[in-house]
């Protein structure tokens, strides 16, 4: 029996540094300031190959956490808050009370 792997297909469109900013921007619900991305890696060393008898040194990469960093002013790379999320306006609920005395 033959086992046959698709090829990962990667969703479109990808986002772009800018994009995941304004994403994590909303999920936190930021209203207010400037925010860049901000990456943390895992460095690991070992022996790597192909085979036992091909190893040789070598370094391996990973992305730990994800996440923002407020920076105090706008740079190149950072996204501004108040324009990706801004803050709803909020509206005063009127009571039937407070109607009644209006309509008078």
């Known amino acids: 029996m033959s086992v046959t792997t698709k090829k ?17 921007i909303k999920h936190y619900d930021f209203h207010e300031g400037f925010f860049s991305l901000a990456v943390e890696f895992q460095i690991g060393t070992g022996t790597v190959g192909p085979s036992p008898e ?35 306006k909020t509206r005063k609920k009127v009571t039937k009370k407070e109607n009644i005395v209006n309509e008078e």
């Open 8 to 24: 990962p297909v990667p969703v479109n469109p990808l986002l772009s540094a800018e994009m995941l900013t304004e994403l994590l």
């Open 54 to 88: 091909k190893r040789s040194p070598g370094v391996m990469i990973g992305i730990a956490k994800i996440g923002l960093v407020e920076t105090d002013e706008a740079t190149p790379l950072s996204v501004n808050a108040s324009i990706s999320n801004p803050a709803k």
